[in-house]
């Protein structure tokens, strides 16, 4: 029997606006650059399944997690639901990710917003904008970046 499975991705922000990304090899989307994330497992609350994933992937976690979005892909028989989370607000300096998973991952890099790939795996581009919509505080030093990513996305 087929089944729908449940995936969280995390969404993790610099001060200076750059996303962790990471470039997808062995599975669907490979050669796509996607956020850390994986199967939601049995019994498992989101927040459980953020740390584990960002463990598993970049070996680190963190305290909080925003909820962003949602997002329902197939891909051909596989169908998932995948919830989308943030953490904003990271010192890149002080957080040193690693590439836990090399066989998965073929590295991970910090990008600023202005500068993603076009290249992003599956919902990732639209959970990106949802969120950057949803931010209603931005530091002044900020703005001007933000206002760029807004017209470059069409954001309105």
Known sequence: ????????????????????????????????????????????????????????????KFDNYEKVGFSEDVFGEKQYTTLYFAVKGIDTKKVKIRN?????CEEWKWIHIEQLQDKLFCDTYNQIHTLFEKMTVIDQSKKNSFDTYKEKWKLK
């Not at 090899?25 to 994933?53: F, N, Q």
């Not at 836990?100 to 998965?104: A, G, N, T, W």
């Open 1 to 60: 029997m087929k089944q729908a499975r449940v995936g969280v991705s995390i969404i993790l922000i610099s001060k200076d606006l750059q996303v962790l990304v990471g470039k997808r090899k062995g599975s669907h989307g490979e050669g796509m650059w996607s956020v850390p994330g994986g199967h939601l497992e049995y019994m498992e609350t989101y927040k459980d399944a953020c740390d584990r994933e960002l463990l598993e992937e970049v070996g680190v």
């Open 100 to 104: 836990m998973e090399p066989h998965k």
